[in-house]
């Protein structure tokens, strides 16, 4: 009889426990439904007939209406269950925007609701739409807050002067100096083209521009003297020294440029130590160092102050390591010792390693021997394809090419831009649409 007793015990106290676990849980079952289809209309900013459905309490509370909104316990008196359940053609249905809701949810709610509408306690709801924008904010890399500045009569005669070529040629090689969009005062200044004829005194206008947002310098004569013209330009969000002889002493002189997002520092000789220089620029996310002398131990530790940069160091076509002939003996007279042979080296051979350890179309490891290589003529065009794949791979026709697709010109052997992939499909299936896949080819 006790036996008995203990098992009918046992079976109520399951049951118990099942039916506890089978109660509508409102964070997992009704928050995603709130928040996508009611909080957007009936939430804290201007809610739709006074009626606010982001708390519990402004829920009961209710809104214009007389109706109860909300009777714990009580779905058929409650407005909220009366109007999901409309038909789709009802003037008074909610959601009024978009689908009605499914039957499930319906369901859900109607059971939520019977079971005591059970809200977590200060729990407050948003919409989905103002959750994703929060998300995304969190998520967002912080920004310099850049503030123009009234322009002044030296900043204008200073982009005037620029813009004439004086000291640097006639007005047709004269440095490209702007507005850097519509409606504002930020100036973007490039110096590139006609970058060989272009030295430290021929920037000393650029002090006057304190408007002055994004600067080339790449492919000028460039020193230390002529970035102490730009230091104080603290608008300064994007940098490019590439293709300069700007040293580590050099980037001492703009230590101060703290709103720089973005620097070009390729094929400068800048090192490991002049890196040093840009430990307090806090927004300086992108940092260009291929065929500098900055080395990865290097970029680690900038890392290590600034945690959200990319140092871009490139791809290096690795070498084989020489190899060594076995030793062998020669045989031994009679009387005399042996005499090893000298040893043997065999030339280095250049071994081509891919720019990518993933497969782009896969995604699993790359195999070494199924690579896409793509020819250029010089190191300029290598490293703009590097910072830009996507921007120039409508003009790869296939692998091994004997044009470079940036100039046109004939190829260099040595300058290759090297794609890994795990096997001949994903290979084969690149070589067909390499603009569908390029994007995801990352070092």
């Known amino acids: ?33 709130f928040e996508a289809r009611c909080v957007e209309c009936h939430g804290l ?10 708390t519990l309490e402004a829920t009961l509370k209710g809104g214009e209406s007389e109706e109860p909104v909300l009777v714990p316990g009580k779905s058929a008196e409650s407005g909220i269950y009366k109007h999901i359940s409309l038909p789709a053609d009802h003037d008074d249905i909610m959601p009024s ?11 859900t709610i109607k059971k939520w609701i ?28 912080p920004e310099p807050k850049i503030k123009e500045a009234p322009v002044s009569d030296a900043e204008k005669a200073a982009i005037a002067k620029l813009s004439s070529g004086e000291g640097i040629g006639d007005k047709s090689s004269a440095p490209l100096v702007m507005a850097l969009a519509q409606n504002t005062k930020l ?12 030295n430290d005194d021929n920037i000393v206008p650029l002090a006057d521009i304190t408007n002055l947002s994004e600067l080339d310098l790449a492919n000028t004569k460039i020193t230390a003297k002529g970035l102490g013209y730009i230091k104080g330009n603290t608008n300064l969000t994007k940098l490019s020294l590439a293709n300069t002889s700007v040293d580590d002493a050099a980037l001492k002189q703009i230590e101060g440029l703290t709103n720089l997002m973005s620097l070009n520092l390729y094929n400068t000789k800048v090192t490991d130590a002049g890196l040093a220089s840009l430990k307090d620029m806090k927004f300086l996310y992108k940092l260009y160092a291929w065929q500098s002398g900055v080395t990865e131990k290097g970029a680690a530790e900038l890392k290590k102050a ?6 871009n160091l490139g791809f290096k076509l690795a070498k084989v390591e020489p190899k060594k002939e076995e030793k062998k003996e020669a045989p031994k007279p009679k ?21 990518n350890k993933k497969c782009p179309v896969s995604g699993k490891a790359v195999d070494p021997a199924k690579l896409f290589a793509i ?24 692998p091994g090419n004997n044009k470079c697709p940036i100039s046109g010109k004939d190829i260099d052997a040595s300058k290759k831009f090297v794609i890994g992939f795990c096997c001949d499909n994903c290979l084969g299936d690149f070589t067909k649409e390499p603009a569908k896949h390029i994007a995801k080819v990352k070092k």
């Open 45 to 54: 900013k201007k809610p739709k007939g006074e009626l606010r459905m982001d």
């Open 1 to 33: 009889m006790r036996k008995t007793i203990a098992i009918i015990l046992s079976v109520g106290a399951f049951a118990l426990d099942g039916w506890a676990e089978d109660k509508v849980d409102f964070v997992k079952s009704i928050q995603s439904i």
């Open 335 to 355: 009387k005399e010792e042996p005499k090893p042979e000298k040893k043997k080296v065999k030339k280095e051979e250049a071994k081509q390693v891919s720019f």
């Open 187 to 198: 100036i973007y200044a490039n110096f590139r083209l006609v970058g060989k004829n272009v």
């Open 306 to 311: 600034l945690p959200n940069i990319d140092v």
């Open 97 to 107: 925007k978009g689908d009605p809701l499914t039957k499930e949810q319906i369901e």
């Open 114 to 141: 019977d079971e005591g509408a059970n809200w977590p306690e200060g729990l407050v709801l948003i919409s989905a739409k103002d959750r994703a924008a929060a998300k995304a904010a969190a998520n967002r890399l």
């Open 375 to 398: 020819n250029f003529c010089c190191d300029n065009c290598l490293g703009d394809f590097t910072k830009e794949p996507a921007k120039h791979i409508a003009k790869i026709k296939g």
